[in-house]
């Protein structure tokens, strides 16, 4: 798509280009003032092309946009997953750490701390 933007923008600045180079010399090469209808004619044809070239350069950024959004999409799942798996692996080893604490703490020589209200 990049490859078929380029050419239409190329063939723009082409056309152009030529048009000015005819119309600057036409009076030397045809001797007299071009028809208004000619000119019109030739404008229109730019315009033309110029529409087609900005068509297919919009495509093309377009198209670029959406991949990019696609792309930023999946990284945030892939985030997301990542995050609940680690999340999950630390949850089980707090699970596995409570469970082999004792319940029982008498050898302990202080007292537990005892709140008054």
């Known amino acids: 798509m990049k490859k078929v933007s380029n050419i239409f923008q190329l063939l723009t600045a082409l056309f152009f280009g030529l048009g000015l ?3 600057l010399t036409y ?3 045809w001797g007299g003032t ?3 209808g000619e000119v019109v004619s030739w404008l ?3 315009l033309v092309s110029y529409l087609i070239t900005w068509g297919t350069s919009w495509g093309y950024t377009s198209n670029l946009l959406s991949k990019i959004k696609k792309t930023e999409q999946e990284k945030k799942e892939l ?3 990542v995050f609940d798996l680690e999340r999950g ?3 089980e080893k707090m699970d ?3 469970e082999d604490q004792p319940d029982d703490k008498e050898g302990s ?3 537990p701390r005892e709140n008054f209200k």
Request: hydrophobic share 45%; charged share 30%; proline share 8%.
């Open 21 to 23: 180079v005819y119309f």
């Open 27 to 29: 009076q030397r090469m």
């Open 34 to 36: 071009p028809e208004p």
């Open 44 to 46: 229109l044809a730019g």
């Open 79 to 81: 985030k997301a997953m």
């Open 89 to 91: 692996v630390k949850m």
């Open 96 to 98: 596995k750490r409570i």
């Open 109 to 111: 020589s202080i007292k």
